[in-house]
């Protein structure tokens, strides 16, 4: 019974592959040899495919529908002009909030906006001597769920300013609208306030910019806006959707800091395409499902599970010492002993040493490699 089930599976997943291949070509569409791949791996290994299979046909439906978006996107941003019938949601710099924590303040933050004078900042107690992390919170987020962990995590490890950019006023619009309308401006109004700090006396050779999923479009933008560039960019699973489709210049890209750092957690519809790297990229248990995730029944609860909680996994290695281990490996879906170069290590920590590069696999649901 298993290898008639085996047999014919393999048959419908080399028809597919055949009937699709026009397809693909005409709208380049990677995601489909990856859904092809997984589900061939899933087949092979007995994974149960049933779930891999609604995960990816969510993925494949929302493709047409995010190029469509992406088409609207470039259109306003060439010309300026909102797209018919989408409403505007003017963001208003008083809106966007900046939480300043240091150890000083680790608990209550001092609350920052962008063009505050260099006297306010220095009252508030930003300190320009000290490195500054500027974290900025995703779609559906708020300050608390993304500020706590993240500031009880780095700041015993290093004492340095910690500012959450807080944006929640317009988290609450639907999801393509508050895209459309305020992650690009939300990213004037981080460069405007990267800059108010710089002014007041802090180095950008000592800054990290951080975010989660439309945060981490939102800080990516940012940082294209500032020159000479900020020293790192990290971004956790920057949100996909229409950003699939914009050129570097619209979404992360390599490039747009000293050293950008990308963590991949899912290419469901939420996550950006695997193959968009940064000077080190991370894919955190073969950037698919992640295991904290994976007793969700709901395809749709167990992608948007490990897209939100991405971040969770530095929080983590900065709680335990650095415990978690990056192998140098392929890159997406490499998640098996054979795909490891296990003399090249790294430990997934926001500071990176700049020196490494490349891709590399961090597994948490069996041992680590051996030390060597």
Same mark, same amino acid.
């Given at each position: 019974m298993r290898t008639a089930i085996t047999f014919f599976l @393999?048959?419908?997943?080399?028809? #597919?592959?055949?009937?699709?291949?026009? @397809?693909?070509?005409? &709208?380049?569409?990677?995601?489909?040899? &990856?859904?092809?791949?997984?589900?061939? !791996? *899933?087949?092979?290994?007995?994974?149960?495919? %049933?779930?891999? %299979?609604?995960?990816?046909?969510? /993925?494949?439906? *929302?493709?047409?529908?995010?190029?469509?978006?992406? !088409?609207?996107?470039?259109? &306003? #941003?060439?010309?300026?002009?909102p797209y018919p019938n989408v409403p505007q949601y003017p963001l208003n710099f008083r809106n966007v909030r900046f939480y300043l924590y240091t150890r000083k303040n680790p608990d209550i933050p001092q609350i920052l906006y962008a063009g505050d004078s260099k006297r306010r900042l220095l009252l508030a107690?930003?300190?320009? /001597?000290?490195?500054?992390?500027?974290?900025?919170?995703? &779609?559906?987020? !708020?300050?608390?769920? *993304?500020?706590?962990?993240?500031?009880?995590?780095?700041?015993?490890?290093?004492?340095?300013?910690?500012? %959450?950019?807080?944006?929640?006023?317009?988290?609450?619009? $639907?999801? =393509?609208?508050?895209?459309?309308?305020?992650? =690009?401006? #939300?990213? $004037?109004?981080?460069?405007? =306030?990267?800059?108010?700090? %710089?002014?007041?006396?802090?180095?950008?050779?000592?800054?990290?910019?951080?975010?989660?999923? $439309?945060?981490?479009?939102?800080?990516? #933008?940012?940082?294209?806006?500032?020159h000479p560039r900020v020293a790192r960019l990290t971004v956790f699973d920057p949100v996909g959707d229409f950003f699939n489709f914009l050129p570097p210049t619209q979404r992360v890209s390599i490039g747009d800091a000293d050293y950008v750092q990308i963590i991949h957690c899912t290419i469901s519809k939420e996550g950006l395409r695997p193959q968009i790297k940064g000077d080190i990229t991370f894919y955190m248990n073969g950037a698919i499902i992640q295991p904290q995730c994976a007793n969700y029944t709901d395809v749709t609860i167990i992608a948007y599970c490990s897209h939100v909680t991405c971040n969770s996994y530095l929080n983590e290695s900065l709680k335990k010492n650095d415990t978690l281990m990056g192998i140098k490996c392929a890159g997406f879906l490499s998640r098996y002993p054979k795909d490891y170069d296990f003399s090249d290590k790294v430990i997934l920590t926001y500071d990176v040493p700049t020196k490494f590069k490349g891709s590399y696999c961090v597994n948490t649901d069996y041992p680590p490699p051996p030390v060597f």
């Open positions: @393999h048959s419908t997943l080399v028809a #597919l592959m055949i009937i699709d291949t026009s @397809h693909a070509y005409q &709208y380049g569409r990677e995601y489909q040899f &990856y859904f092809y791949k997984y589900l061939y !791996t *899933s087949i092979l290994t007995q994974v149960a495919v %049933i779930d891999r %299979i609604l995960l990816y046909s969510m /993925q494949y439906s *929302s493709f047409i529908r995010a190029h469509i978006n992406a !088409t609207k996107i470039r259109l &306003y #941003l060439a010309t300026g002009t107690g930003f300190d320009p /001597q000290l490195e500054t992390v500027i974290y900025c919170h995703g &779609y559906n987020r !708020t300050f608390d769920d *993304s500020a706590s962990n993240f500031t009880s995590s780095l700041l015993p490890r290093k004492d340095v300013n910690i500012i %959450i950019v807080v944006w929640d006023s317009y988290t609450f619009f $639907d999801g =393509f609208y508050v895209i459309f309308s305020t992650i =690009f401006k #939300l990213a $004037d109004v981080i460069a405007n =306030f990267v800059e108010t700090l %710089i002014f007041a006396g802090a180095d950008r050779k000592k800054m990290n910019l951080m975010g989660l999923s $439309d945060g981490a479009q939102a800080v990516a #933008l940012a940082a294209k806006k500032i």
